[in-house]
Every structure is written in C-alpha cells, then in structure tokens.
C-alpha cells in the first residue's frame, strides 16, 4: 500500500503557474518536431571477392536465398525494460550539425529565446506577486483607517446631530415657560366717591355759636363750646378723584408649550428628524458595548470617541 502511494503522482497547486497559462497558453509546450523524411532502404548488392559489385545478370542468376529464421540475438539487461520504470529513448551521439540544428529545422537560438521569455515570465509572475501582496497590505490597513473614520462620522451625525435634534425637540414640546414678569406703570384714576357715615368731631378751639336757643331759655342766646368738646355728626358728600397712581407689581407666570400653538409644531420636527435618527443612530458607541478580548487594544483605537 505504501509503495503505490510512492508511485502516484503528487499533485500541488501553482496559482503562478495557472495565471501564466492563462496568459501564455504556448509558452512551455515544446516546438512540434517533424518527422524526418522516410528513407529508402539501400538495394542490397553481392560484392565480388575483389569488393567490385555485381553485375545485374550476375545478381538475376543467383538462386534466391531459402527464407531462414533469424538468429535469436540475447537479450541484456539494458535493453529489456523493467516493470515500473519508463523505457528511455536510444541516445544518439550528437553531430556537429545537430548542435546547431534542431530535429524539426530550427535553429537553437528559437530555444534560447523561449528559454528566456521563461525565465522573465516567471520573474515578472514573481514581482506581480510580491507587489499584489503589498498592494493587499497597504488597501487593508486604508480600510480599516476609512472604516474607523467613518464609524466616527456615523457617530458624529447619528448620537451628536440627528440625535440632539431629534431630543431637543422633544424637550422643547415638554418645556414650561416659567417666570417672573414684573409690571411697572402709571394707572390715571377718575371717578366719584360717595361718603355718608356719621363721625365725632372734636372742637380744637373755643366755638362761638350765636342765636342758640339752650333749654328753658327760649330767648336766642349764645352760647360758646370750649375746645376738645366733641360732638358727633352725619356726613353725606360726593367727593371727585381724579389722580395717576403709579403701580409696580411681580407677576409670576407658568406657560406648558405642549398647551399652545407651538406644540404641532414641535411634534411636525419630531416626526421629520425621526427616520434618520432610528437609521443613522449607532447601536455600537464604544468599546464596553463590546467583549474585544484581547483585541481590547485595537477596539480602544478603533471607537473614536467624538
């Protein structure tokens, strides 16, 4: 079982090797050999003792030759193939005129070339390779830049903007006007005032009153009150006032705006900024709405905190 593991081929996979295919599917197949002309096999001649060959009536006489079995020649070694192995062809010994020709007509300078466009196809694959590799390394580390400045601006726009807007809409529609208003002014007053009600009057100096008719007496007599008598008296008058009276007051005042015309308003901005906020409002603000591990490190560079 081992040894027909040995003996199976193995396969690896060369993606140079594919892309080169794909981009020169003739450059390592060999230039087709043409099969050299059939040659006539030589007319067999019977060679005179002296080495001069025979004449054609001579070579008509002669009797033909009994077919006999050819003589089994041994076999060695080297030339019986063994089981497994892959039979190799005869080698020839090269000419002076096969170093510079190939087999199928070419000059050997064909094979030179093709070797060379090998070797620089192969460097060129080589150099594409290592540059598509760098090339690779330099757009992660631009992305991974470009997503962390754009979660940033997510961040930004959806938590800070958006969000803002759409809360302080929200806290205005909630919002109380509340204070203290202060009145100052000059209020002009006219009107009548009537007064009747009885009073004491206290005398502050000696009165006279004349033609007085006191008790028994039915004669007029005058009679003179001394002062601090008191005597009680029924006031009835009408008494026009007409004045400016100047008025200073603090008044406090409580305005709920969600009870005014302002709150449609409100609830119309609401309604407008709410799609993009539940669109643009980031469900990852930092790194502890995260189990990093530890990649803790780079989740603390990556969330930007605005």
Same mark, same amino acid.
């Given at each position: 079982?081992?040894?027909?593991?040995?003996?199976?081929?193995?396969?690896?996979?060369?993606?140079?090797?594919?892309?080169?295919?794909?981009?020169? @599917?003739?450059?390592?197949? &060999? +230039?087709? !050999? =043409? /099969?050299?002309? #059939? $040659?006539?096999? *030589?007319?067999?001649?019977?060679?005179?003792?002296?080495?001069?060959?025979?004449?054609?009536?001579?070579?008509?006489?002669?009797? @033909?030759?009994?077919?006999? &079995? +050819?003589? !089994? =020649? /041994?076999?060695? #070694? $080297?030339?019986? *193939?063994?089981?497994?192995?892959?039979?190799?062809?005869?080698?020839?010994?090269?000419?002076?005129?096969?170093?510079?020709?190939? @087999?199928?007509?070419?000059?050997?300078?064909?094979?030179?070339?093709?070797?060379?466009?090998?070797?620089?196809?192969?460097?060129?694959?080589?150099?594409?390779?290592?540059?598509?590799?760098?090339?690779?390394?330099?757009l992660i580390v631009v992305l991974l830049i470009l997503a962390r400045e754009l979660f940033a601006l997510k961040a930004i726009v959806g938590d800070h903007l958006l969000g803002g807007l759409y809360k302080n809409f929200q806290l205005m529609d909630a919002a109380h006007i509340r204070t203290t208003i202060t009145v100052q002014d000059n209020i002009p007053v006219a009107f009548d005032l009537p007064i009747s009600q009885q009073i004491v009057v206290t005398l502050t100096e000696n009165t006279t009153i004349r033609n007085a008719?006191?008790?028994?007496?039915?004669?007029?007599?005058?009679?003179?009150?001394?002062?601090?008598?008191?005597?009680?008296?029924?006031?009835?008058?009408?008494?026009?006032?007409?004045?400016?009276?100047?008025?200073?007051?603090?008044?406090?005042?409580?305005?709920?705006?969600?009870?005014?015309?302002?709150?449609?308003?409100?609830?119309?901005?609401?309604?407008?900024?709410?799609?993009?906020?539940?669109?643009?409002?980031?469900?990852?603000?930092?790194?502890?709405?995260?189990?990093?591990?530890?990649?803790?490190?780079?989740?603390?560079?990556?969330?930007?905190?605005?």
């Amino acid at each position: 079982m081992s040894q027909n593991k040995k003996n199976e081929p193995q396969f690896k996979l060369n993606y140079f090797d594919i892309i080169k295919g794909v981009l020169f @599917p003739h450059a390592d197949k &060999p +230039a087709k !050999k =043409t /099969p050299p002309p #059939a $040659s006539k096999p *030589p007319s067999v001649a019977a060679s005179s003792p002296s080495g001069v060959s025979a004449s054609p009536s001579a070579t008509r006489s002669t009797p @033909p030759a009994t077919s006999q &079995p +050819a003589p !089994k =020649t /041994p076999t060695t #070694a $080297s030339s019986t *193939p063994i089981q497994g192995e892959t039979p190799r062809p005869a080698t020839r010994p090269v000419g002076p005129s096969s170093a510079q020709v190939t @087999p199928s007509g070419q000059p050997a300078s064909s094979g030179r070339a093709a070797l060379h466009f090998h070797t620089l196809a192969k460097a060129f694959f080589n150099v594409a390779g290592i540059l598509s590799f760098i090339v690779n390394i330099i757009l992660i580390v631009v992305l991974l830049i470009l997503a962390r400045e754009l979660f940033a601006l997510k961040a930004i726009v959806g938590d800070h903007l958006l969000g803002g807007l759409y809360k302080n809409f929200q806290l205005m529609d909630a919002a109380h006007i509340r204070t203290t208003i202060t009145v100052q002014d000059n209020i002009p007053v006219a009107f009548d005032l009537p007064i009747s009600q009885q009073i004491v009057v206290t005398l502050t100096e000696n009165t006279t009153i004349r033609n007085a008719i006191v008790g028994v007496l039915s004669v007029p007599t005058t009679v003179t009150l001394p002062a601090g008598t008191q005597l009680p008296i029924q006031l009835n008058l009408t008494v026009p006032v007409q004045t400016v009276i100047p008025v200073t007051l603090n008044v406090p005042v409580d305005i709920p705006l969600n009870q005014t015309e302002l709150h449609q308003p409100f609830i119309g901005l609401q309604d407008v900024v709410r799609p993009f906020n539940d669109l643009l409002q980031p469900a990852i603000k930092s790194p502890a709405d995260l189990s990093c591990g530890l990649f803790q490190p780079f989740c603390n560079w990556f969330f930007i905190t605005p």
